[in-house]
Protein backbone atom coordinates (compact mmCIF):
# COMPACT_ATOMS: atom_id res chain seq x y z
CA UNK A 1 0.00 0.00 0.00
CA UNK A 2 1.26 3.27 -0.99
CA UNK A 3 0.29 6.66 1.13
CA UNK A 4 0.67 9.80 -0.68
CA UNK A 5 0.40 13.53 0.72
CA UNK A 6 -0.30 16.51 -0.79
CA UNK A 7 0.89 19.72 0.18
CA UNK A 8 1.16 23.37 -1.27
CA UNK A 9 -2.41 24.35 -2.19
CA UNK A 10 -4.35 27.29 -1.39
CA UNK A 11 -5.49 30.66 -3.01
CA UNK A 12 -4.03 32.69 -5.99
CA UNK A 13 -4.79 35.56 -8.03
CA UNK A 14 -4.84 34.91 -11.48
CA UNK A 15 -1.15 35.26 -13.03
CA UNK A 16 0.10 33.97 -9.72
CA UNK A 17 1.37 30.87 -9.22
CA UNK A 18 1.48 28.04 -6.75
CA UNK A 19 3.73 24.59 -6.31
CA UNK A 20 2.60 21.90 -4.91
CA UNK A 21 3.75 18.63 -3.51
CA UNK A 22 3.57 15.15 -2.68
CA UNK A 23 5.17 12.62 -0.41
CA UNK A 24 5.20 8.91 -1.37
CA UNK A 25 5.81 6.23 1.34
CA UNK A 26 6.96 3.88 -1.31
CA UNK A 27 8.73 4.31 -4.43
CA UNK A 28 6.22 3.68 -7.69
CA UNK A 29 7.00 3.71 -11.19
CA UNK A 30 4.36 6.21 -12.09
CA UNK A 31 2.85 9.45 -10.50
CA UNK A 32 0.60 12.37 -11.19
CA UNK A 33 -1.61 15.09 -10.92
CA UNK A 34 -5.16 15.19 -11.10
CA UNK A 35 -7.64 17.77 -10.59
CA UNK A 36 -11.45 17.88 -10.16
CA UNK A 37 -13.30 21.18 -10.41
CA UNK A 38 -16.91 21.64 -8.42
CA UNK A 39 -19.71 19.75 -11.08
CA UNK A 40 -16.83 18.44 -13.21
CA UNK A 41 -15.37 15.66 -14.08
CA UNK A 42 -11.70 14.71 -12.84
CA UNK A 43 -9.13 15.62 -15.33
CA UNK A 44 -5.69 14.43 -15.76
CA UNK A 45 -2.64 17.19 -15.20
CA UNK A 46 0.38 15.94 -15.59
CA UNK A 47 2.02 12.26 -14.96
CA UNK A 48 5.84 11.40 -14.97
CA UNK A 49 7.39 8.22 -14.61
CA UNK A 50 10.54 7.24 -12.87
CA UNK A 51 12.76 8.02 -15.73
CA UNK A 52 11.58 11.50 -16.62
CA UNK A 53 8.85 11.24 -19.23
CA UNK A 54 6.65 13.42 -18.34
CA UNK A 55 2.68 13.74 -20.05
CA UNK A 56 0.77 16.49 -19.63
CA UNK A 57 -3.14 18.09 -19.91
CA UNK A 58 -3.94 20.20 -22.93
CA UNK A 59 -4.80 22.99 -20.75
CA UNK A 60 -2.02 23.20 -18.32
CA UNK A 61 0.62 23.14 -21.35
CA UNK A 62 3.07 25.69 -21.17
CA UNK A 63 2.36 26.69 -17.74
CA UNK A 64 2.60 23.43 -15.13
CA UNK A 65 5.75 21.90 -15.29
CA UNK A 66 5.69 18.56 -13.10
CA UNK A 67 8.78 16.95 -11.63
CA UNK A 68 9.80 13.83 -9.18
CA UNK A 69 12.85 13.66 -6.86
CA UNK A 70 13.06 9.66 -7.16
CA UNK A 71 15.44 9.08 -3.81
CA UNK A 72 12.69 11.31 -2.03
CA UNK A 73 9.78 9.51 -3.26
CA UNK A 74 8.31 13.04 -3.89
CA UNK A 75 6.64 14.86 -7.07
CA UNK A 76 6.17 18.60 -7.28
CA UNK A 77 3.81 20.52 -9.72
CA UNK A 78 5.31 24.27 -10.49
CA UNK A 79 2.08 26.05 -11.27
CA UNK A 80 2.80 29.51 -13.53
CA UNK A 81 0.38 32.35 -15.06
CA UNK A 82 -2.80 30.74 -13.06
CA UNK A 83 -6.03 31.51 -14.38
CA UNK A 84 -9.47 30.79 -12.73
CA UNK A 85 -10.42 27.76 -14.55
CA UNK A 86 -7.91 26.15 -12.70
CA UNK A 87 -9.70 26.34 -9.75
CA UNK A 88 -10.27 22.78 -8.25
CA UNK A 89 -9.25 20.21 -5.65
CA UNK A 90 -5.65 18.43 -6.97
CA UNK A 91 -5.07 15.22 -6.47
CA UNK A 92 -1.86 13.11 -5.92
CA UNK A 93 -2.03 9.81 -7.72
CA UNK A 94 0.91 6.87 -8.42
CA UNK A 95 0.56 3.74 -10.09
CA UNK A 96 3.03 1.09 -11.04
CA UNK A 97 2.41 1.46 -14.56
CA UNK A 98 3.21 4.63 -16.23
CA UNK A 99 0.27 3.52 -19.00
CA UNK A 100 -2.23 3.47 -16.74
CA UNK A 101 -1.90 6.79 -14.99
CA UNK A 102 -1.32 8.46 -18.21
CA UNK A 103 -4.48 6.68 -18.95
CA UNK A 104 -6.34 8.39 -15.52
CA UNK A 105 -6.38 4.73 -13.53
CA UNK A 106 -4.67 5.46 -10.79
CA UNK A 107 -3.99 2.38 -8.00
CA UNK A 108 -2.86 5.00 -5.22
CA UNK A 109 -5.00 8.32 -4.24
CA UNK A 110 -4.12 11.33 -2.18
CA UNK A 111 -6.55 13.11 -0.30
CA UNK A 112 -6.66 16.16 -2.32
CA UNK A 113 -5.54 19.93 -1.85
CA UNK A 114 -7.68 23.03 -2.91
CA UNK A 115 -6.48 25.48 -5.26
CA UNK A 116 -8.35 28.66 -5.40
CA UNK A 117 -8.16 31.00 -8.54
CA UNK A 118 -9.56 34.37 -8.12
CA UNK A 119 -9.70 36.90 -11.31
Known amino acids: QVQLMESGGGSVQAGGSLRLSCVASHATAAMGWFRQAAGKKREKVAV???????SYGDSVKGRFTISRENFKNTMSLQMDNLVPDDTAMYYC????????????????WGQGTQVTVSS
Open 93 to 108: AADPLYRELEAGRATY
Open 48 to 54: ISMAGTT
